[in-house]
T-cell receptor
Framework: AQSVTQLGSHVSVSEGALVLLRCNYS??????LFWYVQYPNQGLQLLLK??????LVKGINGFEAEFKKSETSFHLTKPSAHMSDAAEYFC??????????????FGKGTKLSVKP | ETGVTQSPTHLIKTRGQQVTLRCSSQ?????VSWYQQALGQGPQFIFQ???????GRGNFPPRFSGLQFPNYSSELNVNALELDDSALYLC????????????FGSGTRLTVV
């Protein structure tokens, strides 16, 4: 079975500060990992994904994440927060690596607040 | 390219009623999945359709059912609505069964009273 744990339901940073959102996963097969962002009253937008290959992946809006197999982590970072980054962020794992159907298992989300 | 569109955006139903939610996949996508997102929670997988066949289902009762049509649009049907069914229902589509990630719609907010 697969699962995702997002540490911290709410993270607050100052504008221009480093953003670090933590995600740990559990998977019995090579994981496909995703980060999504959700703005109020909207659906989910894909920020970035890890499938195979390079463990440091870059996404949209200056975000990046590093897959660390030994730590079963896929933390999301951005060097300098912007007010427009305030939203809820979801980490997700897929079982596609094991040849399954590829549905997503989501964490509970981390709400990011950015202070001026 | 068009994204994923869902209708209606908001819906209020009475307990015991039935509801149908609709989704148009992104152009060219042959896989569609439905998720339920309760307030303050992450989305939970309901089921997935690939080329009109259900090929995966989460931990939801049979009163949650679906269809995928030849043009890859989809419906989610929920019978005998319960108060706990109140949630945001998200449709997501993909070309490669999620290998390239899923494109999500904006969702349908269902309130059961």
């Amino acid at each position: 079975a697969q699962s995702v744990t997002q540490l911290g339901s709410h993270v607050s940073v100052s504008e221009g500060a480093l953003v670090l959102l933590r995600c740990n996963y559990s998977s019995s097969v090579p994981p496909y990992l995703f980060w999504y962002v959700q703005y109020p009253n909207q659906g989910l937008q894909l920020l970035l994904k890890y499938t195979t290959g390079a463990t440091l992946v870059k996404g949209i809006n200056g975000f990046e994440a590093e897959f660390k197999k030994s730590e079963t982590s896929f933390h999301l970072t951005k060097p300098s927060a912007h007010m427009s980054d305030a939203a809820e962020y979801f980490c997700a794992v897929s079982d596609l690596g094991g040849g399954s159907q590829g549905n997503l298992i989501f964490g509970k989300g981390t709400k990011l607040s950015v202070k001026p | 390219e068009t994204g994923v569109t869902q209708s209606p955006t908001h819906l209020i139903k009475t307990r015991g009623q039935q509801v149908t939610l609709r989704c148009s996949s992104q152009s060219g996508h042959n896989t569609v999945s439905w998720y339920q997102q309760a307030l303050g929670q992450g989305p939970q997988f309901i089921f997935q359709y690939y080329r009109e066949e259900e090929n995966g289902r989460g931990n939801f009762p049979p009163r949650f059912s679906g269809l995928q049509f030849p043009n890859y649009s989809s419906e989610l049907n929920v019978n005998a609505l319960e108060l706990d069914d109140s949630a945001l229902y998200l449709c997501a589509s993909s070309l490669l069964q999620g290998r390239d990630g899923y494109t999500f719609g904006s969702g349908t907010r269902l309130t059961v009273v």
